[in-house]
C-alpha cells in the first residue's frame, strides 16, 4: 500500500477543534484501555486525528501507515473506513477481510461521514477500528452519534466566522418583506430559495471573487448575470461587522463578510456590460461546481 504522506497537521484545525472534546472524553472514559482506535479525517481522506485505547494496537496501527498525516484516498488505499465513506457519502462498514490492503486485514472497522449542520457539506470522517476479530455490531451506533455530535460542533469549532454568516443570514432573511439573500464567505454559501430561483446555481468561489474585489474597492452594488437572453441583477452587498467594526480575520484566513442579494432590479442584457457583470455572470449562471448540496433547513446549501 502506496500512501501518500501530506504533511503535518494543523493542530488548531476547525475541524479537528470539534473532534477533540469529543474524542478525548471517550478515551479518558469508557474506551481507556481497550482494543479500539478512532481516527478523523478531513475531506481529502488525510488523517489529522487519532486516539488509541492500547499500546498493542498502536504499534500495528504505526505499522500499517495509520498515522495523523497520511492520506487513505481509494485510489491508493482501496476500500476502507478511512476513505470509502467520504466516496460514497453515507457509513462504511468494512470487516477485516474486505479490506484492499493485505496489511489492513487485521483489522475492522466503520468510517461515518462528519456533515456540517448547516451546509450539508462532508467536512471528514469519524473512524472506529478494532481487531478484525472483535468487531461489535454496536460500533456502527456509536460511531453515528460521534459524527453527528462532531457535527453540530462544528457551527462553534469553525471559529466565529461561519456562526457570523449564519447568524446574519438568518438576520437578514428575516427582515421585511420576502427577498433574496445569499451570505457567502471563504468556504460557505447559504443561500434561501427566493435567490436560488433568481440566481440559479451559485459558483461559491467565483461568488466570493467578486465580492472581495467589491468590498476592498469600497463598493456596494454588484451587477450579477445579464445577456441578450437574460436579465441582470443588481445585487447589494453588506458586510458583516461586530460592535461596529469589521470581524478581524482568524489565522486560517476564514473571512467573515457577507454578500446579501437584496433587491433584485432587472435590466435587459442588450446595454453595454461591465468587466465584472460578465464575471458575475460566470459565477451565478455556470456550473462550475455541482449544485449546492442540501441540509433539512431548506435553502442552506454549500458547493
Not at 448547516?118 to 473512524?127: L, M, Q, T
Not at 454588484?222 to 482568524?250: C, F, M, P, T, W
Request: aromatic fraction near 4%.
Amino acid at each position: 500500500m502506496n500512501l501518500r504522506y501530506a504533511g503535518e497537521v494543523e493542530q488548531d484545525s476547525a475541524l479537528l477543534r470539534a473532534a477533540r472534546p469529543v474524542a478525548d472524553r471517550l478515551f479518558a472514559g469508557d474506551m481507556q484501555g481497550l482494543d479500539v482506535a478512532m481516527f478523523v479525517t478531513d475531506d481529502a481522506a488525510r488523517i489529522i486525528g487519532r486516539w488509541v485505547g492500547d499500546r498493542g494496537l498502536l504499534s500495528h496501527l504505526d505499522a500499517v501507515g495509520s498515522v495523523p498525516g497520511f492520506v487513505f484516498e481509494e485510489s491508493r488505499a482501496g476500500t476502507s473506513a478511512l476513505g470509502t465513506p467520504l466516496e460514497e457519502g453515507e457509513p462504511v462498514l468494512v470487516l477485516g477481510h474486505e479490506h484492499y490492503a493485505d496489511c489492513l486485514r487485521g483489522l475492522s472497522a466503520v468510517g461515518v461521514p462528519i456533515v456540517h449542520p448547516a451546509s450539508g457539506r462532508i467536512e471528514g470522517v469519524v473512524d472506529l477500528v478494532c481487531r478484525a476479530d472483535r468487531y461489535s455490531p454496536m460500533m456502527m451506533a456509536l460511531v453515528t452519534h460521534v459524527a453527528r455530535e462532531i457535527g453540530d460542533r462544528l457551527l462553534t469549532g469553525f471559529g466565529a466566522q461561519d456562526r457570523a454568516l449564519l447568524e446574519a443570514y438568518l438576520l437578514a432573511d428575516r427582515r421585511g418583506p420576502r427577498r433574496a439573500i445569499v451570505a457567502v464567505n471563504s468556504r460557505l454559501v447559504i443561500a434561501n430559495p427566493h435567490a436560488g430561483e433568481v440566481l440559479g446555481p451559485v459558483d461559491q468561489g467565483l461568488l466570493w471573487d467578486l465580492v472581495e474585489r467589491a468590498l476592498a474597492a469600497q463598493e456596494s452594488v454588484l451587477v450579477l448575470g445579464g445577456d441578450a437572453e437574460s436579465a441582470a441583477v443588481q445585487a447589494s452587498v453588506a458586510e458583516i461587522r461586530r460592535g461596529g467594526a469589521r470581524a478581524a480575520q482568524s489565522c486560517s484566513c476564514v473571512v467573515t463578510r457577507i454578500a446579501e442579494e437584496l433587491a433584485p432590479r432587472a435590466t435587459r442584457g442588450g446595454r453595454q456590460r461591465s468587466a465584472r457583470c460578465c464575471r458575475a455572470r460566470a459565477a451565478v449562471g455556470s456550473r462550475c461546481c455541482s449544485a449546492p448540496r442540501r441540509s433539512s433547513a431548506s435553502g442552506i446549501g454549500c458547493c
